[in-house]
């Protein structure tokens, strides 16, 4: 066994969280001409907005999870 003090190189103690990697969420470019357009824009808009939402919620409840593991 080797004592932290005794020892040459650092010891990482970090510990990597394992997580989903997520898109960001960026704001689509809009070029909206008619109706239509902005039909298909609003129904995009909520499609990426339900996208962004559930990988934000996957991500929080991967980052709970491993702090709760932490603690035991």
Do not use: E, W
Not at 24 to 51: E, F, M, V, W
């Amino acid at each position: 066994m080797m004592l932290f003090g005794c020892s040459t190189q650092p010891i990482n103690t970090a510990q990597v969280i394992i997580c989903p990697i997520v898109a960001s969420c960026d704001r689509p470019t809009l070029a909206i001409k008619t109706n239509g357009d902005l039909a298909t824009a609003l129904i995009d808009y909520q499609h990426n907005l339900s996208q962004c939402q559930l990988a934000n919620r996957t991500l929080k409840q991967c980052i709970s999870d491993y702090n709760q593991f932490l603690q035991q």
